[in-house]
């Protein structure tokens, strides 16, 4: 009787141990290599993103599609590959320098709104100090 109750126990186990291995969400689409969900790709749609930098976000998809076919010719034609490469690059390096910007403001944003509700929550729970009176101008003379 009590080795069917292990083994039941056991195989209930193993069961419940696989599907939950299963259940468990896999990555997201930005942590894998997907040519329909590159890194980035919702970040096209914020509403936030100025129309500069859509543009060239535009423009390097535009460019890494004709670096493709240029890739695909034969024979290569290497310099006409290396300049869209270098557009391309020149094109990633401002879209990032502006996400970094983006990054730096949030932090400063939330370090200050960090140190607002800390200021808020100490002022609020310390007591105020009782003010020094000052002698009123009758009892100096004494």
Request: hydrophobic fraction near 35%.
């Amino acid at each position: 009787m009590t080795k069917k109750v292990l083994a039941i126990s056991l195989v209930l186990c193993v069961v419940f141990a696989a599907s939950s291995a299963i259940a468990r969400p896999r990555g997201s689409m930005r942590n894998q290599d997907c040519e329909f969900a590159p890194e980035g790709y919702n970040d096209r749609f914020a509403p936030e993103i100025p129309k500069e930098i859509r543009a060239k976000m535009s423009e390097a998809a535009k460019l890494r599609i004709d670096l493709g076919d240029a890739l695909h010719d034969n024979p290569i034609d290497k310099a006409k590959a290396v300049e869209i490469h270098d557009k391309i690059m020149k094109l990633e390096q401002d879209i990032e320098r502006w996400k970094f910007g983006q990054k730096i403001d949030r932090i400063e944003a939330s370090r200050k709104q960090h140190e607002e509700n800390r200021n808020r929550r100490h002022n609020s729970t310390r007591p105020e100090a009782p003010k020094p009176e000052t002698p009123k101008p009758e009892q100096e003379s004494k």
